[in-house]
């Protein structure tokens, strides 16, 4: 059974930081695509950040140059390091697995809040 468990969400000021977790069980993490989504009230779900079996990242635009994705393969993890975060980043953060050659995410964690206060 694939499980993804995300941690690290929280109430943070404007301006703050965040680093947000997801472990891993149950997949052959390594040739997995991970991403960070997120989904704001009223608003479709939209990817934040992916980062590839080989390390390669994606960023959407709104994030680019606050956010770091990064995975530990050894310890199926995969983290969000949110910088300078912004009133409009408040939203629930899913992580979430697709398969090397899925055209979807397969897998998704059950979201972690984090608000950010202006």
């Known amino acids: 059974q694939v499980r993804l468990v995300e941690s690290g969400g929280g109430l943070v000021q404007a301006g703050g930081s965040l680093t947000l977790s997801c472990a891993a069980s149950?997949?052959?993490?390594?040739?997995?695509?991970m991403g960070w989504f997120r989904q704001a009230p009223g608003k479709q779900r939209e990817l934040v950040a992916s980062i590839s079996s080989a390390g390669n990242t994606n960023y959407a635009d709104s994030v680019k140059g606050r956010f770091s994705i990064s995975r530990n393969n050894a310890k199926k993890t995969v983290e969000l390091q949110m910088n300078s975060l912004k009133p409009e980043d408040t939203a629930v953060y899913y992580c979430?697995?697709?398969?090397?050659?899925?055209?979807?995410?397969?897998?998704w964690g059950q979201g972690t809040q984090v608000t950010v206060s202006s």
């Open positions: 979430a697995a697709r398969g090397s050659i899925s055209l979807g995410y397969n897998y």
């Open positions: 149950g997949l052959t993490f390594s040739t997995y695509v």
